[in-house]
């Protein structure tokens, strides 16, 4: 069973702080992995992809990938009230799943003013 | 219209009704996706259809039975369901199956209520 998991938070920064969300997954063979920010009663939105080890930078966003580790984060700088919401994290299946996402339950963020 | 649209976004019905969703996308996409959001669980794959053909049955009950006529279009079509089908259905779409598990998407959901 292939699983991602995500820490449900809730996770509480004051506005202007940095946000750090966490993600680690189990499928070795995956190579997509992304970010998708829904806010309460929306749909998830794709903010950040990243494909290769290292860094991926989109505005106040960085997503990390680390994948001996298995892991992969998204940065929220400078955050602001209305960042607050429900990050998930995704990744695709590997070999002939790859199309297949695989969702986390999702983090809660609130930026507090 | 931009992106992906789904009908209706609020959708009550009774366990004996019969009714259908519809999901549609501008995007010039091969791929369309229905997942189902339950709360506090995670996003769940129902169906898969490539180039209208289906290539993912998640093990959905047969209450649910999707439909792709074409690339554009995708529908959902609901029967004598459980009050533990309420939840938020979503539609996605993706360039291809093929684009190495491509970015999905989404429309903005159908709340469904089972009575």
């Known amino acids: 069973q292939k699983e991602v998991e995500q820490n449900s938070g809730p996770l509480s920064v004051p506005e202007g702080a940095i946000a750090s969300l966490n993600c680690t997954y189990s499928?070795?063979?995956?190579?997509?992995f992304f970010w998708y920010r829904q806010y309460s009663g929306k749909s998830p939105e794709l903010i950040m992809s990243?494909?290769?080890?290292g860094d991926q930078e989109d505005g106040r966003f960085t997503a990390q990938l680390n994948k001996a580790s298995q892991y992969v984060s998204l940065l929220i700088r400078d955050s602001q009230p209305s960042d607050s919401a429900t990050y998930l994290c995704?990744?695709?299946?590997?070999?002939?799943?790859?199309?297949?996402?695989?969702f986390g339950k999702g983090t809660l963020l609130t930026v507090n003013p | 219209e931009t992106g992906v649209t789904q009908t209706p976004r609020h959708l009550v019905m009774g366990m004996t009704n019969k009714k259908s969703l519809k999901c549609e996308q501008h995007?010039?996409?091969?791929?369309m996706y229905w997942y189902k959001q339950s709360a506090k669980k995670p996003l769940e794959l129902m169906f898969v259809?490539?180039?209208?053909?289906?290539?993912e049955n998640n093990s959905v009950p047969s209450r649910f039975s999707p439909e792709c006529p074409n690339s554009s279009h995708l529908f959902l079509h609901l029967h004598t369901l459980q009050p533990e089908d309420s939840a938020l259905y979503l539609c996605?779409?993706?360039?291809?199956?093929?684009?190495?598990?491509?970015?999905?998407?989404f429309g903005p959901g159908t709340r469904l209520t089972v009575l």
């Open positions: 996605a779409s993706s360039l291809s199956r093929h684009a190495g598990g491509g970015e999905q998407f």
């Open positions: 499928d070795r063979g995956s190579q997509s």
């Open positions: 990243i494909y290769s080890n």
């Open positions: 995704a990744v695709n299946g590997g070999g002939g799943s790859n199309y297949k996402l695989t």
């Open positions: 995007l010039g996409h091969n791929a």
């Open positions: 259809y490539s180039l209208e053909e289906r290539v």
